[in-house]
């Protein structure tokens, strides 16, 4: 059996200088800091970092932005954290949104459950 790791532990790391395009289905918490264009499903944690470029259809249990660009719609059945220097434009859609001082946000936003 495999030991339960801390909810705060990457399982897997898109770096700078990483481009991706295409469908990522993934368990645990996967942090992006490089470039991806495509879908993104899970049940749990994306963590967008500064210098990310993300262009998909998200669908997750939480995504924290901590900066970086995001362009798509957003539903989190969770929450959708998002904090300076993010630039966010598209459609948000989760129980619980935050959004930090000063993040630039374009689109819409529904907080209600999915």
């Known amino acids: 059996m495999d030991p339960i790791l801390p909810s705060t532990e990457i399982t897997a790391l898109f770096g700078r200088g990483t481009r991706f395009e295409g469908k990522l289905h993934f368990e645990g918490r996967v942090r992006i800091d490089g470039?991806?264009?495509?879908?993104?499903r899970s049940a749990d944690v994306l963590v967008i970092g500064e210098g990310a470029e993300v262009e998909a259809e998200i669908e997750v249990g939480t995504v924290i932005?901590?900066?970086?660009m995001v362009n798509g719609t957003i539903r989190?059945?969770?929450a959708i954290e998002l904090y300076v220097p993010a630039r966010v434009s598209g459609r948000l859609h989760s129980p619980?949104?935050?959004m930090d001082k000063g993040v630039q946000f374009s689109g819409e936003c529904t907080m209600a459950p999915l």
């Open 35 to 40: 470039c991806f264009h495509g879908e993104i």
């Open 65 to 68: 932005v901590k900066g970086g």
């Open 76 to 78: 989190a059945a969770q």
């Open 96 to 98: 619980e949104i935050y």
